[in-house]
Nanobody, 121 residues
Framework: VQLQASGGGLVQAGGSLTLSCEASGNIVSINSMAWYRQAPGQRRELVASINSGGTTYYVDSVKGRFAISRDSTKNTVYLQMNSLEPEDTAVYYC????????????????WGKGTQVTVSS
């Protein structure tokens, strides 16, 4: 199983970006998908998550500005980021809890490589 994230970049404060993360490989089903971020010298934090039923969670600092969604037919999660602030600058990582089959059915946490988001003031 692999997760491929894309969509990061450089944007001015107040601007918008959309991140995408597609899961591929031997996937039986995906429980939840999420976005984390890690700024230099900071711990990695959960930004937003969405479960198989569509229930979402957002960290307080992004509520009202970010929106997470998923396309189950494409095994893809999105993060629409609006009204970006310099404090949102970080490497963003996607994570998915996935049921897969190696020799037996197994549930595991899978991470994508990060994508850099830089917001200039």
């Amino acid at each position: 199983v692999q997760l491929q994230a894309s969509g990061g970049g450089l944007v001015q404060a107040g601007g918008s970006l959309t991140l995408s993360c597609e899961a591929s490989g031997n996937i039986v089903s995906i429980n939840s998908m999420a976005w984390y971020r890690q700024a230099p010298g900071q711990r990695r934090e959960l930004v937003a998550s969405i479960n198989s039923g569509g229930t979402t969670y957002y960290v307080d600092s992004v509520k009202g500005r970010f929106a997470i969604s998923r396309d189950s037919t494409k095994n893809t999660v999105y993060l629409q980021m609006n009204s970006l602030e310099p404090e949102d600058t970080a490497v963003y990582y996607c994570k998915a809890v996935i049921w897969t089959v190696v020799t037996v059915l197994t549930r595991g946490d899978f991470w994508g490589k990060g994508t850099q988001v830089t917001v200039s003031s």
